[in-house]
């Protein structure tokens, strides 16, 4: 793709992350002609604190951009000030070229300076928005095995207006072949992929319910945690929405956070399903995923690296270990053909566990139905009943303090329910779950996985670790939905007020 075939502008900044008083260069390309760039904090409100012109120029997109970057010069420098705040800072990039107007996004994170154990640190799924970014080349979806974060972001993943099929989930059901969501996609030329990550899509409305609430939050990237002292002196460790991919550090430092007697709020789904690598000093990840074989760390000393799923038997390091649940063992609410009409919501068998305080639940009721917080990708454990209380078998690495609070049914893709059903002998979703999870590739294994569970739980590793077990947690605190509030604050409160800043 040449960029002078581009009608409107495109940009990212690099680096993604950085502290106040460093600078950020801002990479754009498109028809020559001046362009107006806005930088503005973005939370409860608005607010812009740097503005500014600069002139483009046509830089091509590489046809390996996806895996290794688009590598246009800087045009543009952002100096970030001694008093910004810690917070996702949008950068508009708008132009009047030909006969309308272009407006181009990107993004980058500004950290705190100082630890402060008051403040949650929320790490934006960043991973996952760039295993989903199309721009320039294949996906980790289409084919690729790298991408890179130094290009910018599809259509959709940092921007999306409201409006009917803005969501994956299926709100309005049966709408089994996601027709809203299709034809909004389309409405807005966005990528085919913009309701399954980005910034709108899940940690843009919890940052506006915890600023609102007077829960002022700090902010890095995935690859942050990386480096483990990201998370010392914390008390509180967010992971908010579609956080599926994990590298190796990235896991070291929370499961050593946690056992060091911090916090973590898993108010996501689908989480740390993947392996990935950083690589080429943060500008690259690594994810063979299916094609793990493939990796040139499988069958070397480094295999523990391989890029497969956690829950691979050769990793033998399921995220249940972390979590205490797995998509292994859950799958899809309210997505197409799988759970199509459900509930949206827990059934809760823990109505007097402290997160409910103040909330009136009973056992057996029925919440979240309202805002549909149970949907699209969903987690869960092995789990037996014992006196009408769902409790863990331990089978699949979820620890033995696990507690179940609730549950909610979900669904692997298969042949037959899959929105993309796969062709002559590749293996379905389930089939590959299955194979790799349980080591054995047969008709009963992938039934053995084939129906799962959203679960809502909690265990203590040394802090305290809850789950939602669901990607869309934080669509329950957009106003409609006080129980999800009142149990999110709960949770918030608790985690701050009650343990010590890990080391």
């Known amino acids: 793709m040449d960029a002078s075939t581009l009608a409107e502008p495109a940009v990212y900044a690099w680096p993604q992350s950085v502290l106040p008083g460093e600078t950020v260069g801002l990479h754009a390309a498109g028809p020559a002609t001046g362009a107006l760039i806005t930088v503005a904090r973005i939370g409860a409100r608005r607010e812009v604190v740097w503005s500014g012109e600069c002139t483009l120029e046509p830089h091509t997109v590489p046809a390996d951009a996806g895996a290794n970057g688009c590598g246009w010069p800087v045009t543009v420098e952002v100096p970030v000030g001694d008093d910004w705040r810690s917070g996702y800072y949008e950068v508009a990039l708008a132009t009047n070229a030909g006969r309308r107007a272009h407006e181009a996004a990107a993004f980058f994170v500004v950290r705190a300076a100082i630890a402060d154990p008051s403040r949650p640190l929320l790490a934006l799924a960043t991973n996952t928005w760039n295993a989903y970014n199309d721009f320039g080349g294949r996906n980790l979806y289409e084919g690729g095995t790298s991408v890179s974060f130094a290009r910018p972001l ?228 092995d789990f037996t009943m014992a006196n009408g209380i769902p409790t863990p078998t331990g089978s699949d690495g979820t620890p033995s303090d696990f507690q179940i609070i609730g549950i909610a049914p979900a669904e692997h893709f298969n042949r037959t329910n899959a929105p993309r059903p796969p062709k002559g002998d590749a293996m379905s979703e389930v089939e590959f779950i299955s194979w790799r999870a349980l080591g054995e590739r047969s008709e009963e294994a992938a039934a053995a996985l084939a129906h799962g569970h959203c679960m809502m739980g909690m265990h203590e590793p040394g802090g305290f670790v809850f789950t939602a077990g669901t990607t869309d947690w934080a669509w329950g605190l957009t106003g409609e939905d006080p129980v999800i509030e009142r149990i999110t604050r709960n949770l918030m409160d608790r985690a701050l007020g009650e343990s010590a800043p890990a080391e």
């Open 154 to 381: 599809a259509n959709g993943l940092l921007r999306k207006p409201a409006g009917p099929g803005s969501r994956v989930t299926v709100l309005d059901v049966p709408d089994p072949g996601m027709r809203a969501h299709v034809s909004y996609v389309r409405e807005h030329h966005m990528t085919q992929w913009a309701g399954s990550a980005g910034w709108p899509n899940y940690e843009l409305p919890f940052v506006q319910w915890a600023e609102r609430n007077g829960f002022a939050l700090d902010y890095a990237l995935n690859s942050d945690l990386e480096d483990p002292t990201t998370l010392a002196g914390r008390r509180l460790y967010l992971s908010v929405g579609h956080d599926e991919y994990w590298s190796g550090p990235m896991r070291d430092a929370v499961e050593a956070f946690t056992k060091g007697g911090g916090n973590a709020l898993f108010l996501s789904g689908n989480t740390a399903f993947w392996q990935v690598r950083i690589e080429d000093n943060g500008t690259t990840m690594v994810g063979f995923k299916d094609r793990y074989e493939r990796d040139p760390v499988f069958g070397t000393p480094r295999q523990s690296e391989m890029t497969s799923m956690w829950s691979d038997y050769l990793l033998e390091r399921p995220e249940n270990h972390m979590t205490g649940v797995s998509f292994v063992r859950g799958g899809y609410h309210r997505i197409g053909r799988t759970v199509a009409s459900g509930a949206g919501g827990y059934t809760i068998y823990q109505p007097d566990h402290w997160i409910f305080d103040g909330t009136d639940t009973t056992y057996g009721d029925l919440i979240g139905t309202k805002s549909v917080i149970v949907g699209y990708e969903c987690d869960g454990c």
